[in-house]
């Protein structure tokens, strides 16, 4: 897949932004000029006739917004759709997901990455099901992890708050409807703005989830379809030939290099897996234990953590591409430890037949796959 393919299904991580208030902004809500009432009328319009038929549209309730909202940060909709309903169909409620073990739901999440959003679910459910279902974008945003978007689409599809959200799809259609040159993160002030100016707010849900399905089907990165369009007589983009221009790209990070070392310890065909807390790389996931190799050798690094390896070559290894770094795992073979390891919290010994109830990162998955045949049933 292109990366401009994938820009239009995955949706932006969240990051705190300021508020709006630009005095940029064209239309105030209160006087919204001619072209302002004719964009909401005939995108509602488009909206009503094209949208897609997906399953968390099916039902408005806040846990499955909230939930597929969660799961579609940074995750292409294709992906997300198995999962959505796996999760729904285990924990139906804020009630079951507050009552689950964390395991039981990083196991369920295993896959779609980024997992302190399954934590941060766990933990928000937990605080929910206390009180009650906040049903404001402000009060939403009290709960962990829920940063402006999430908030304000939760708000304003489940609840109909008359809020705005701005994810990649809307900054884009957005940038092009008033011609925004640069890269986005350096307009995203203005962009807030323009985003709650041209806010239907007799329908604000249904606005909102109509902006992001016209990024995500017609104005989409690289050609954007503007003879599908139904705001092309209102777009300065078009207007001026920008269309393909705005948003300018944005200059690509570059992914460090991370490699671990991870000790491999079988005592009567059961695995040793350790648990890390909370936070970073594998925060709350079962893993091999495993540590960074940076300075010293694999085996020095090993025995900082308390593990003795046999050996200095690995048993196997395992290469992932996550956004931010290029992961390399190499598993090494180690005497049974004596004590507790250093930088865990829990440690246990495992069987074959236990792995698939454990949380387990994708990566450590594919490392515990090499060794397997070490394992008993
Ligand atoms: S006219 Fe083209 S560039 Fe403008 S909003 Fe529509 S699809 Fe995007």
């Known amino acids: 897949m292109t990366r401009a393919k994938r820009q239009v299904l995955v949706r932006r991580r969240e990051a705190p932004a300021p508020l709006a208030g630009s005095s940029n902004v064209r239309d105030t809500q209160s006087k919204p000029g001619p072209s302002t009432r004719r964009m909401r009328k005939s995108l509602l319009a488009w909206f009503d006739a094209h949208q897609r038929d997906l399953p968390w549209r099916r039902r408005r309730d806040p846990y499955a917004v ?16 198995p999962y959505f309903e796996r999760f729904l169909a285990r924990f ?7 009552d689950a073990e964390l395991a039981e739901v990083l196991s369920l999440w295993r896959g779609l990455g980024y997992y302190s959003r399954a934590r941060n679910l766990h933990r928000a459910a937990q605080l929910i099901a206390k009180r009650a279902f906040p049903s404001t974008a402000q009060g939403l945003r009290e709960l962990p992890g829920l940063g402006r978007y999430t908030a304000a689409a939760v708000a304003s599809f489940a609840f109909g708050e008359a809020v705005a959200v701005l994810d990649g799809n809307v900054s884009r259609v957005l940038a092009r409807l008033r011609a925004i040159e640069g890269p986005l993160g350096l307009s995203e ?6 985003a709650e100016a041209l806010l239907d707010r007799s329908r604000p849900g249904a606005f909102n989830e109509a902006m992001m399905e016209l990024g995500a089907l017609v104005c989409v990165p ?6 599908k369009c139904p705001l092309e007589k209102d777009c300065a983009a078009r207007a001026s030939g920008l269309e393909r221009a705005i948003p ?3 200059p690509r ?11 491999v310890a079988v005592t009567r065909g059961r695995v040793l897996l350790a648990r890390r807390e909370e936070k970073g790389l ?17 085996r020095e690094s090993l025995a900082a953590i308390g593990l003795r390896a046999t050996g200095d070559e690995p048993l196997a290894s395992v290469r992932r ?3 931010h770094r290029e992961l390399t795992l190499e598993l090494y073979r180690c005497r049974t430890p004596r004590g507790a390891l250093v930088g865990f919290i829990e440690q246990r010994f495992v069987a074959r037949s236990e792995l698939a109830q454990l949380g387990i990162s994708t990566a450590m998955a594919k490392g515990l796959a090499q060794v397997e045949s070490l394992l008993g049933g």
């Open 321 to 323: 591409t996550l956004t």
């Open 248 to 250: 300018a790209p944005k």
């Open 253 to 263: 990070p570059e992914r460090k290099r991370l490699r671990m070392a991870c000790g």
């Open 66 to 81: 909230w939930l597929s909202e969660v799961m579609l940060q940074q995750t292409q909709v294709a992906t997300v759709v």
């Open 222 to 227: 690289g050609e954007p379809r503007c003879g």
């Open 282 to 298: 594998f925060g709350g996931l079962w893993e091999l234990p495993s540590v960074a190799v940076e300075g010293a050798s694999p």
């Open 92 to 98: 139906p409620d804020v009630q079951a997901l507050a």
């Open 189 to 194: 002030a203005r962009l807030w703005a323009e």
